[in-house]
């Protein structure tokens, strides 16, 4: 278990930044305005997905701790 590149703490963050951006895309879809041009498809929605974005790049950079 050693070899992996990532370590347990990583991956919790990463399915963290997973959760975040599927989030992000179902509230992109729950904008009732004709082809999505209202405040959660143009606005909300995409800042939740670069949080989501943002979360994974923190995920893959983060070194855990020696204990």
Do not use: C, H, W
């Not at 990583?10 to 399915?15: D, G, L």
């Not at 951006?21 to 995409?46: C, E």
Request: charged residues 15%; positive net charge.
């Amino acid at each position: 278990m050693s070899n992996l590149v990532f370590k347990k703490e990583n991956y919790r963050i990463m399915y963290l930044g997973l959760g975040v951006l599927v989030l992000g895309f179902i509230v992109m879809t729950l904008d009732k305005t004709q082809y999505g041009f209202g405040f959660l498809g143009i606005t909300l929605g995409p800042i939740i997905l670069l949080t989501g974005f943002a979360i994974q790049f923190f995920a893959i950079l983060y070194k855990p701790k020696k204990k």
